[in-house]
């Protein structure tokens, strides 16, 4: 943040708690604040301040309106900082988003998501988890592995073709997802999943910010096995894996996640 932006920021920090009980933990300022009295930037731009409000505006509305937001989300803290190689983090009402590079609005539309699971004791992502069919076992995970009936190599993943654990109960957490999620990894779990179809849900059908990567999530499974994936440049056995992620029709809105989640946003509006 450059120190002639202070009042905007200030002003954005402002309207993000005022329309969603959002409150940004500031890392940039000079005085008392900084060892040497110095300006110091921070990890913040203005322009995230911006489109951290928007990307929550998009969800907020995907509810129906910021008191619906506020009843399911409540507040909540946002900071920047280090997590390795995640996008984002939350837990305890709090998001870290990486130090490493900037966010999209997948990434927050995915965090404030977990904090919605969070707030409903996790139920979201277990409701979610029958809702669709699926179930967790890390034992029947352990036998599919070791009958090598997952695509892993061995018991683990590899970054090559085929070997992700993107299949059901070939992830880390032994998660069997039920119907058709709009892509599984080696990480993919209920509570992963749950989020990831709130972003699915706030993108799809629509234009906004999230939309080029929802299409692109199911668009990819058109692809022959060997390809890259245009959107995510990832190579993989996409004609293969379609059995499992691509929709009736490739239209996510007709998966068993898409009417759960509706149903979930638009309850008590």
Same mark, same amino acid.
């Given at each position: 943040?450059?120190?002639?932006?202070?009042?905007?920021?200030?002003?954005?920090?402002?309207?993000?708690?005022?329309?969603?009980?959002?409150? $940004?933990? !500031?890392? &940039?300022?000079?005085?008392?604040?900084?060892?040497?009295?110095?300006?110091?930037?921070?990890?913040? %731009?203005?322009?995230?301040?911006?489109?951290?409000?928007?990307?929550?505006?998009?969800?907020?509305?995907?509810?129906?309106? %910021?008191?619906?937001?506020?009843?399911?989300?409540? %507040?909540?803290?946002?900071?920047?900082?280090?997590?390795?190689?995640?996008?984002?983090?939350?837990?305890?009402?709090?998001?870290?988003?990486?130090?490493?590079?900037?966010?999209?609005? &997948?990434?927050?539309?995915?965090?404030?998501?977990?904090?919605?699971?969070?707030?409903?004791?996790?139920?979201? %992502? !277990?409701?979610?988890?029958?809702?669709? *069919?699926?179930?967790?076992?890390?034992?029947?995970? &352990?036998?599919?592995?070791?009958?090598?009936?997952?695509?892993?190599?061995?018991?683990?993943?590899?970054?090559?073709? *085929?070997?992700?654990? !993107?299949?059901?109960?070939?992830?880390?957490?032994?998660?069997?997802?039920?119907?058709?999620?709009?892509?599984?990894?080696?990480?993919?779990?209920? $509570?992963?999943?749950?989020?990831?179809?709130?972003?699915?849900?706030?993108?799809?059908?629509?234009?906004?910010?999230?939309?080029?990567?929802?299409?692109? !999530?199911?668009?990819?499974?058109?692809?022959?096995?060997?390809?890259?994936?245009?959107?995510?440049?990832?190579?993989?056995?996409?004609?293969?894996?379609?059995?499992?992620?691509?929709?009736?029709?490739?239209?996510?809105?007709?998966?068993?996640? &898409?009417?759960? $989640?509706?149903?979930?946003?638009?309850?008590?509006?």
């Amino acid at each position: 943040m450059e120190q002639a932006e202070l009042a905007i920021a200030a002003e954005r920090l402002a309207r993000l708690s005022a329309d969603f009980h959002v409150a $940004v933990l !500031r890392d &940039w300022g000079s005085g008392e604040e900084t060892p040497d009295g110095a300006w110091q930037n921070g990890l913040w %731009s203005l322009a995230e301040l911006d489109r951290l409000h928007d990307s929550i505006s998009l969800l907020a509305n995907s509810f129906g309106g %910021s008191e619906s937001f506020l009843n399911k989300v409540g %507040s909540v803290t946002v900071k920047k900082g280090e997590i390795g190689s995640h996008g984002g983090e939350a837990l305890h009402g709090r998001i870290t988003l990486s130090s490493a590079s900037s966010f999209n609005a &997948w990434t927050v539309v995915h965090e404030f998501a977990h904090i919605w699971d969070e707030n409903s004791g996790w139920q979201l %992502s !277990r409701q979610l988890e029958r809702y669709t *069919g699926g179930y967790t076992s890390r034992f029947f995970s &352990w036998v599919k592995k070791y009958l090598r009936l997952a695509d892993l190599n061995g018991f683990t993943k590899a970054e090559e073709p *085929g070997k992700r654990g !993107r299949k059901p109960g070939c992830n880390a957490r032994g998660y069997f997802y039920g119907d058709k999620p709009s892509g599984s990894n080696y990480s993919f779990n209920r $509570v992963e999943d749950f989020a990831e179809s709130v972003a699915m849900y706030v993108g799809w059908g629509n234009d906004n910010a999230l939309s080029d990567q929802a299409r692109a !999530r199911i668009s990819r499974y058109e692809l022959a096995d060997g390809e890259v994936d245009p959107f995510f440049r990832t190579k993989d056995n996409w004609a293969e894996y379609a059995k499992y992620f691509d929709p009736e029709g490739g239209d996510y809105s007709k998966t068993k996640r &898409w009417r759960f $989640v509706e149903h979930e946003m638009t309850r008590g509006i």
